[in-house]
């Protein structure tokens, strides 16, 4: 049986964009075909951060979600709404 689906990588997990009618515990095969690639940093800085950001994703740590890097800057900062007020 093939199933063809589209999925995002997020955060170390690809997850499908419609739900799959499959059994749980399948095992599957996957063939992953990128549909967009990610732009090149136009910085220094910002290939910088890309890597920092990869080789965290690949230490197994969880990224924090917008949210809980909001609450960072409330907990460090202080008086920080997300519009920056």
């Not at 059994?23 to 095969?29: A, C, D, I, R, Y």
């Not at 924090?64 to 960072?72: A, R």
């Not at 202080?78 to 920056?84: A, F, K, M």
């Amino acid at each position: 049986m093939s199933i063809v689906f589209e999925a995002v990588w997020e955060n170390g997990v690809l997850t499908p964009k419609t739900p799959l009618d499959l059994p749980e515990g399948s095992t599957v095969h996957l063939v992953i075909e990128v549909i967009e690639e990610i732009p090149p940093s136009r910085t220094a800085l910002g290939a910088d951060l890309r890597a920092i950001r990869e080789r965290i994703v690949a230490s197994g740590i969880p990224l924090l979600t917008k949210e809980e890097i909001l609450q960072e800057i409330h907990e460090r900062r202080g008086d920080y709404d997300e519009q920056g007020e």
